[in-house]
């Protein structure tokens, strides 16, 4: 079978990482994958064969936009996918309406957050209509708590709805952690947390510097790039903890691994999340992790994390510290987050998709 997925933007980031695992997953089965960006944001897949960019840089206005739509209605007609795969809204809206008008006979729309969380009120609009008419076949979500943002939707809409959980990748090698830390560029000798995920408000990395101002006897290592990157590092100087912050930029997923193994712990600040990739890759890694306490978390990482409320002063960097501190609760969040690699297999997850394409 012939397979087209659709991402908004091309960057190393969550959804782009579960389409690389879907499309892998897939092409081992014996189909023919492809993974179109409707624009490319970063770097990230410049180096991959099977990635194709509509627009070479980021749409400006509505005839940026209009561009990108017409491009990949041309894209899909020339390739005549017999399945589409969708990602995030507005990959979900201009890919399914692409596929359909070349022809391809199934579609599936994966939800990327709760309704009307992107993309503003068209494209829930778009969505719900899309949904509810069968402009695509299967609206595809990634935990329980994704699934029940829908429980209001009409009846015709949630007929199309499968859960399908995130796998998750295990690291087959890492790198020693001083290995690690050279690689990117880290002290050796400090204890060290670290995170990834794209600089936004969303992913509230603020949180993760003031808990530095908090608790002096760590460093933070960020992996990641988008629009709070300065304010990131101004804030940390302003706060006095310039020197033990450290970005080491976009790191590309086949790298993630090594990145996580220079830490001592993996933090996790999110104010929004569907399922928490990076969080669970880290887990899966055997890094203890403390998260938000937000319910998609608890679901999906159970005993692999102890949580702490971001919006309470004081509670991140009193967990960091915790786990810092007591090597018992370390090694049991670490023993709990491997556990999960079953739990999360790619396996499962590609078998379910191509369960959808029959």
């Known amino acids: 079978m012939k397979i087209v997925q659709v991402q908004t933007q091309a960057e190393a980031a969550g959804a782009q990482r579960v389409s690389d695992m879907v499309g892998d997953g897939l092409r081992a089965r014996g189909h023919e994958v492809r993974t179109v960006f409707m624009y490319r944001k970063t770097e990230a897949y410049d180096a991959d064969p099977h990635a194709d960019f509509i627009l070479r840089e980021r749409p400006r206005g509505a005839l940026g936009l209009l561009r990108a739509i017409i491009g990949l209605i041309g894209y899909m007609r020339r390739e005549r ?17 692409a596929g359909r008008l070349a ?16 993309g503003g009120p068209l494209a829930l609009l778009a969505d719900r209509l899309m949904g509810r008419t069968g402009v695509y076949d299967y609206s595809v979500v990634n935990s329980g708590w994704l699934a029940a943002q829908f429980e209001q939707f009409p009846a015709s809409y949630r007929r199309r709805i499968r859960r399908i959980d995130h796998g998750v990748l295990s690291p087959a090698e890492t790198l020693d952690r001083r290995t690690a830390r050279a690689a990117f560029g880290l002290p050796d000798n400090v204890a060290l947390a670290v995170s990834s995920g794209r600089f936004t408000k969303d992913k509230n990395q603020r949180a993760l510097v003031e808990a530095l101002t908090q608790t002096p006897d760590y460093h933070l290592a960020l992996a990641g790039a988008g629009p709070e990157r300065d304010a990131l590092l101004a804030l940390a100087a302003e706060r006095g903890v310039g020197d033990r ?78 786990v810092m501190t007591q090597p018992e609760l370390a090694g049991r969040l670490s023993t709990a987050g491997r556990a999960l690699r079953d739990k999360y297999s790619p396996a499962t997850m590609c078998r379910a998709y191509e369960e959808l394409l029959v």
């Open 81 to 97: 996918p017999d399945a589409v795969i969708s990602y995030q809204h507005y990959g979900n809206i201009f890919g399914t309406i």
């Open 103 to 118: 022809g391809a006979k199934h579609l599936i729309a994966n939800q990327s957050g709760a309704p009307g969380k992107h």
């Open 245 to 322: 912050l450290h970005l080491v930029g976009e790191v590309p997923p086949a790298k993630i691994f090594d990145f996580l193994a220079a830490g001592d712990v993996f933090v996790f600040a999110s104010r929004n999340e569907t399922f928490g990739l990076s969080a669970a890759e880290a887990a899966i890694a055997g890094l203890p992790v403390v998260a938000n306490d937000l319910p998609v978390l608890r679901e999906v990482l159970g005993d692999a994390a102890i949580y702490a409320d971001t919006e309470h002063d004081g509670a991140m960097a009193a967990a960091i510290a915790q």
